[in-house]
């Protein structure tokens, strides 16, 4: 009897997952054009359904019906992979991810550990993708990428390192549960633990944003140098399954800040805690990564170093030094 | 080491103004205009095509056909007909053509009517599939906007 509850239980979140991915990746474009319009003070999509809401159906639809190139030269298999190596990660990621008290797929005690690894999947699936595709500027990209990723994921690594010390846990759900009762109680506000608590969560948002190839540090396309980088060769839904992994790799960024930062599905006044919550914050930080990126240029390659390796890492190290010492003494 | 820390702050906050600034914008108003849905009202001065004036007392256009404009025309493009009704002091127009294919919009036309009887239009959405479509029957038109 428990095993059949078990496959359902399975079957369920599968369905929910993905259903959850690909409404998030499609109505995140959707959500990314308004309000990139609205900060422009123009409108947006407007014309395919009220408020342009079946824009998304359409696109979707304008990208299946165009022909999925395999150019000669290229390396069929590697080229085929790269976007489901891309994608799947994101999609397993969710697996840990506690949407709430009873909402999680699973409960697993190195959940933090977990989602890190299948993260680091979405840089080999850029990665091959644009070796696969024989083609400089893929390859250029690619190079880019890699680097950039390395510089992010250090100081992204240490915030995380400085957050399970805090609280002890590799348990998403456990970390929530500490947040409980009231914004005071988040981690970011926790200033008497650690008085740069704000500051990890900036650098871990920053982090995220780097590692998910959003602007300012979208080189992994950089469609003004790079034509469209690692996705030069890719068309049709080959290269709308990159994006939409690029959009499920936002989520899965905002759930983790959300989960550790922002105290998950717990209200900020102590009161009725519950999914709803967990999606507002998540929804906000979301808001907040495409107001970035209509706010900023792309920075330049060195900046971007520049900001990891000068700034990020000895600020993350400095944190976790001054964190681990504060948690030694009191 | 406080150059550094200067840098690194003076750098956040500056990066916090930006974002101040964009979500200012995101709640004003928009300013564009849905195009196809909305027309921009035109300047007085906008040079359209020019047009018949509607005379309102007499119920019709002021011309007298003294045939000033379409002699002036330096492109040649209007043509224009007139016969004296029955007890009538003046001639009445019977039919007033204006090719704006080759119309520079010189302006002389309504520049010379002695009776003001030419303007220019507010126009601008104009557009068509054969030249045939811009050879205008201004009285055709007149009458079609005021009936
Ligand atoms: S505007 Fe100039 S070119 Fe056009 S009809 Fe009048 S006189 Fe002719
Ligand atoms: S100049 Fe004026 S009054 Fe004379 S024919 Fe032309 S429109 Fe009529």
Redo the contacts between chains.
Sequence with gaps: MSIDYEVIRLAAFIVGIIGFVALNAAYLVWLERK?A???????GP?EVGPYGLLQPMADGLKLMSKQLLVPDGVDPVLFKIAPILVMTPAIMSFVTIPFSETLAPRNLDVGLLAVFAFASVNVLGLLLGAWGSRNKYAVISAARVVSQNVAYEVPMLVVIVTMVMVTGTLNMHDIVTQQMGGFWQWNIFRLGVSPLMPVAF?IFFVCMLAETNRAPFDMAEAESELIAGVFTEYSGMGFGVFFMGEYANIVVGTSIATVLFLGGWSCPFGLFPGVHWFLIKMYLLIFTVI??R???PRTTFYGLLNLSWK?LVP?SFFNLILTSALLKVF | MTRYLKE?ISG?WS?FV??G???K????????L?YPHEAVPMTPRYRGHTQLVWDERKGGDKCIVCNACMKTCPSGCISLAGEKLEGAKQKSLTKYELNFTTCSLCGLCVEVCPTEALEFSKDYNIAGRSEDEFKYDLLKRLKETHS
């Excluded at chain 2, 914008?25 to 564009?32: C, D, G, H, K, L």
Aim: aromatic share 18%.
């Design positions: 309000e319009g609205h900060i422009q003070r123009r409108i407007k900036l107001w970035i209509w706010t900023f700034i600020v | 690194i956040t990066l930006g974002m600034i964009t979500i914008y995101f709640f004003q108003p928009v300013v564009t849905q």
